[in-house]
Structures are given as C-alpha cells and as structure tokens.
Nanobody, 126 residues
C-alpha cells in the first residue's frame, strides 16, 4: 500500500483544515491500525489520532481531543483528519501511517507502523 497525504497549508489560529491520506496499490484491509502523527522542528514525532480499521474505533492525543476528528471512507480508501480550532502549537509536518497487523496497544506507537505517507505541512499563524 502506498500512502499519499495531502491537505496541509497555512491557516490562522482558530481555523480548520482537513488532511487526507489516500491509499493506492492494495486498499486498506479490514484490520490493523491507521494513524496520523506529526513532527515539528526539533521535536520527536508524536501521535495525533488513530483509527482501528476493523472496529473503526478512534483514539486521540489529549492535546487534540475535541478539536480533531479522524475518519475513514472505505469506498475511496482514504482516511481523513479534520482539524478544527487550530492552534499555533499544532503546526508541524503531518504524516499518515498504517499497519494492517497492528493491534490496539500499538496504535499510538510510531515504531509499530511499517508504511508511511510523505507528510504534509500544516502552518498555523497566530
């Protein structure tokens, strides 16, 4: 599976963006994990949001809970990250990743993902 992330850009604080992660090649399987991570300059890559591809249960970092929503469009083999009420500290390069064999306990761990998209830049002006 090849992942293509898109939708980043420049937005004012309080604004919204929707990121997309489209799969090509083999489509998303009905199991495993799909997640968004982000990395800003000088910081470690951090978990943002994840979705279990079987149950479609969603999971969020505390810093984005209530503001971001992860969802999946099965027909388009695409996972979205709707980001509302953006803050300057949300600025980063956002990456999508998938692991068709991932289990719930590994959802938030970047080391457990073997397939990554190329990243899309999100900039939030104050």
């Amino acid at each position: 599976v090849q992942l293509q992330a898109s939708g980043g850009g420049l937005v004012q604080a309080g604004g919204s963006l929707r990121l997309s992660c489209a799969a090509s090649g083999r489509t998303f399987s009905g199991s495993g994990n799909m997640a968004w991570f982000r990395q800003s300059s000088g910081k470690e890559r951090e978990f943002v949001a994840g979705i279990r591809l079987g149950s479609l249960s969603t999971h969020y970092a505390d810093s984005v809970k209530g503001r971001f929503t992860i969802s999946r469009d099965n027909a388009k083999s695409t996972v979205f990250l709707q980001m509302d009420s953006l803050k300057p500290e949300d600025a980063a390069v956002y990456y999508c990743a998938t692991n068709p064999r991932g289990i719930l306990s590994s959802l938030r761990l970047s080391s457990q993902y073997n397939n990554w998209g190329q990243g899309t830049q999100v900039t939030v002006s104050s």
